[in-house]
C-alpha cells in the first residue's frame, strides 16, 4: 500500500514570499579580512553570532573564512511549519484532510502580513525570521488548533512546532554581528502585502529513491 510523509503548514503567496526574499538579497554581505584574533562577546546580536561562532573548533577557521555570512532558504521552501503527521497510506492521509477540514470551517480566516525580523531567537536557533503583524493570535489558533484536530484519530503529534515568523536564511560561520544587525535592520523596515492565511497539507513520497514532495491539500478557514 502507498505511504507518503504528511506535513501541515502555513504556505504564503508566492508574490509576498518573493518581496520578503528580495529585503533578505538586498543587504550586501561584506568582504570579511582573515583574522586569528578573538573577538570580544558584545549584548544583544552581536553576542548571539559570538556564541555561534565560538562554538566553532579552531580547525575550522580556515574553511569559515570563505563561507558565505547566509545561507538563503529558497523561496519555494519558505513556509511556516506547523506539525508532521508521520507516515501515513493513502486512506489515513483523506481521514486526516477531511479531519482538519472539519476544524478549519470554525477557524476565522487570519489576514496578516510581513513586518519585522530577528535571528537566534532561541536556544539552538541560527536561522534569521522575518516577523508577522496582523491577526497573529488567530493565525496562533490555527497552529495551536490543527494538530488536536487529527487527535481523535489517533494522532499526537507536537503541539510546540508552530511560531508565528518564516525562516529566511541560517547563519553560518562566518556571520558577522554588524551584518545580521543590519539584515534585521532591512527586515524590520519592511512591511509587505495582506494575505490570508490557508493550511496546506503537504506530502513527501519516493519515486525511484528519490523524495518529491507536493500539496495534498489547500484547506481555506472559515465556514
Keep these: ?20 526574499a528580495a529585503v ?47 545561507e538563503h532558504v529558497p523561496v519555494d521552501l519558505m513556509l511556516l511549519p506547523i506539525t508532521g503527521f508521520g507516515n501515513l497510506t493513502t486512506n489515513d492521509a483523506h481521514r486526516l484532510v477531511e479531519a482538519v477540514r472539519e476544524a478549519a470551517a470554525g477557524w476565522a480566516a487570519p489576514t496578516v502580513r510581513f513586518a519585522g525580523g ?15 503583524e496582523g491577526d497573529v493570535e488567530e493565525l496562533m489558533t490555527v497552529g495551536r488548533g490543527v494538530p488536536q484536530s487529527v487527535e481523535r484519530l489517533g ?25 545580521l544587525e543590519q539584515l534585521v535592520g532591512a527586515l524590520d523596515a519592511f512591511r509587505g502585502e495582506d494575505w490570508t492565511a490557508e493550511i496546506s497539507l503537504t506530502k513527501e513520497t519516493f519515486v525511484d529513491g528519490r523524495p518529491e514532495t507536493s500539496e495534498l491539500e489547500r484547506i481555506p478557514l472559515g465556514s
Design 1 to 20: 500500500m502507498r505511504r507518503m510523509l504528511v506535513h501541515g503548514a502555513i504556505i504564503p503567496p508566492r508574490p509576498v514570499l518573493d518581496a520578503v
Design 24 to 70: 533578505v538579497r538586498s543587504v550586501a554581505e561584506p568582504v570579511q579580512p582573515v583574522t586569528s584574533e578573538p573577538a570580544p562577546q558584545p549584548r544583544g546580536l552581536l553576542g548571539r553570532v559570538g556564541r555561534h561562532r565560538s562554538a566553532e573548533s579552531a580547525a575550522d577557521a580556515p574553511a569559515a573564512a570563505a563561507t558565505p555570512m547566509l
Design 118 to 132: 530577528t535571528a537566534l531567537d532561541y536556544p539552538g536557533d541560527w536561522s534569521v525570521w522575518a516577523k508577522l
Design 155 to 179: 494522532y499526537f503529534v507536537d503541539r510546540r512546532q508552530f511560531r508565528p515568523m518564516l525562516s529566511v536564511a541560517t547563519v553560518t560561520p562566518a556571520t558577522t554581528g554588524p551584518f
